[in-house]
């Protein structure tokens, strides 16, 4: 089954540092990945997507994320983490199905980021 | 303009109630879904239509009723919910494989439905 984990139920950081939100996947073939994150009582916002070229995926609002094949990872990572990027995370994957796609989602990450 | 409208915010309704949840969006995406979300918990897909036709059910109860009226609109026709129906639904909309040019969906702020 193609899926993908989020080990972590909630990261804590400083302001001003770096963070890193970790998802590894677990696919047949070409993986199609995403990041996405949710504040509350909000929908979901799209924030980059992997599908091919570049391994250093960069997003919105200045979020970027690796794509390592070797170590089936697309870890979420920016420089300096904002008081405001507290929220949840979610990393998705594409799954295609015979009468259309899905997305297949990871667990969630808290980000707290602290001041 | 990468919106995805859904109304109502909120809604309280009875086990006997029948009520609807509308979503619409403008983008020119062949693909909408409905999910149906818990707290802190990730999103669980419920169906997909594309093209106007519901091509994934992922063994929803009958109690919930999708329609496509057109390719802006989805509907999501609510019947006899149990108090587990509790949840945040959310729609999303997104090209279609054969639209090809981008593969993320995009979701509306979701639906609070409460079931008492």
């Known amino acids: 089954a193609q899926s993908v984990a989020q080990p972590e139920d909630q990261v ?3 302001e001003g540092n770096p963070l890193t939100v970790k998802c590894t996947y677990s696919v047949s073939g070409n993986p199609y990945l995403f990041w996405y ?3 509350p009582n909000r929908g979901l916002q799209f924030l980059l997507k992997y599908i091919t070229g570049d391994n250093l995926v960069k997003g919105s609002y200045g979020f970027e994320a690796e794509f390592n094949k070797s170590q089936t990872s697309f870890h979420l990572k920016k420089p300096s983490a904002l008081v405001s990027d507290s929220a949840l ?3 998705a994957v594409r799954v295609t199905m015979e009468y ?3 997305l297949v989602f990871g667990a969630g990450t808290i980000l707290r980021v602290k001041s | 303009d990468t919106e995805v409208t859904q109304t109502p915010k909120h809604l309280v309704m009875g086990m006997t109630n029948k009520k609807s949840l509308k979503c619409e969006q403008h983008m020119g995406h062949r693909a909408m879904y409905w999910y149906k979300q818990k707290a802190k918990k990730p999103p669980e897909l419920m169906f997909v239509y594309s093209y106007e036709k519901l091509s994934i059910n992922e063994s929803v109860p009958s109690r919930f009723s999708p329609e496509c009226p057109n390719s802006s609109l989805l509907n999501l026709h609510l019947h006899a919910l149990q108090p587990e129906d509790s949840a945040l639904y959310l729609c999303a909309s997104s090209q279609t494989t054969a639209q090809l040019r981008s593969y993320e969906q995009y979701f509306g702020p979701g639906t ?5």
Do not use: E, I, M, P
């Open chain 1, 12 to 14: 804590n950081v400083a």
């Open chain 1, 37 to 39: 994150v949710q504040y």
């Open chain 1, 89 to 91: 995370y979610f990393c």
């Open chain 1, 100 to 102: 259309g796609n899905k």
């Open chain 2, 112 to 116: 609070r439905l409460t079931v008492t």
